[in-house]
């Protein structure tokens, strides 16, 4: 089945420790997204590329950097997790021309010590 | 700028029950809806979607969502609801008239609980 993969489900990593989240789909969709959502709060979105361009959300921290090396997979690097950054990190992905529905990943949940 | 409002934290309802689960919209034209289900420690699942035509759309697990334009209200409903229905549900809206912008607005998340 067609769908959209996250690895790891689980990550845990020290105070300062460089992470990456890795998100890979199976969809042929065009544009990618990277969600943040704590504590069953509303997923916010911290970017997304639609093709090959990289657009950054303004509230968005410096923080978080992200990579899409083909149109199957992105990648999300924490450069210096804080305690704060302790959260559900979800991946969608959608189609240009099928209003845009966004599937979503099982998500992976970071733990920063 | 676009908004979701669900105005309840919690919904409660008895196995076998309609259950409804409410979301206001706020667009600056004609919205595109979107409901989904996150169960504990997973990713959003699509459930249906309002973009035009019948203001009754049918969806996943039997679940529907009626659009009222008037109301700027898109509920989400199922007839008898099941144990199994206990999660998370999250209203978007799109504003298609955005120019490039996609990013889905999303409402707050309505915990939604059946009782047995």
């Known amino acids: 089945d067609a769908m959209v993969i996250q690895n790891p489900r689980y990550q845990v990593t020290q105070f300062g420790k460089p992470v990456t989240l890795s998100c890979s789909q199976t969809?042929?969709?065009?544009?990618m997204y990277w969600y943040q959502q704590k504590s069953s709060q509303a997923p916010k979105l911290l970017f997304h590329?639609?093709?090959?361009?990289?657009?950054n959300e303004a509230d968005t921290p410096d923080n978080f950097q992200s990579r899409r090396p083909n149109t199957s997979f992105c990648f999300l690097d924490i450069r210096s997790p804080g305690l704060g950054d302790a959260a559900m990190y979800l991946c969608?992905?959608?189609?240009?021309?099928?209003?845009?529905?966004?599937?979503f990943g099982p998500g992976t949940r970071l733990l920063v010590l | 700028a676009q908004s979701v409002a669900q105005p309840e934290d919690q919904v409660n309802v008895a196995e076998g029950n309609p259950l409804t689960v409410k979301c206001t919209y706020s667009?600056?034209?004609?919205?595109?809806l979107f409901w989904y289900v996150q169960y504990p420690n997973r990713g959003l699942q699509f459930l249906l979607k309002?973009?035009?035509?019948?203001?009754l759309v049918k969806g996943s697990y039997g679940f529907e969502a009626e659009f009222n334009k008037s109301q700027t209200s898109f509920h989400l409903k199922k007839p008898s609801a099941l144990v199994s229905d206990s999660a998370l549900y999250f209203c978007?809206?799109?504003?298609?008239?955005?120019?490039?912008?996609?990013?889905?607005?999303f409402g707050s998340g309505t915990q939604l609980t059946v009782l047995p």
């Open positions: 969608a992905t959608s189609r240009t021309g099928e209003q845009e529905t966004q599937y």
């Open positions: 969809l042929n969709h065009n544009v």
């Open positions: 590329y639609y093709d090959k361009d990289f657009n």
């Open positions: 667009v600056s034209g004609n919205p595109y």
């Open positions: 309002y973009i035009t035509g019948d203001n």
């Open positions: 978007a809206v799109r504003d298609p008239f955005r120019g490039s912008a996609r990013q889905l607005t």
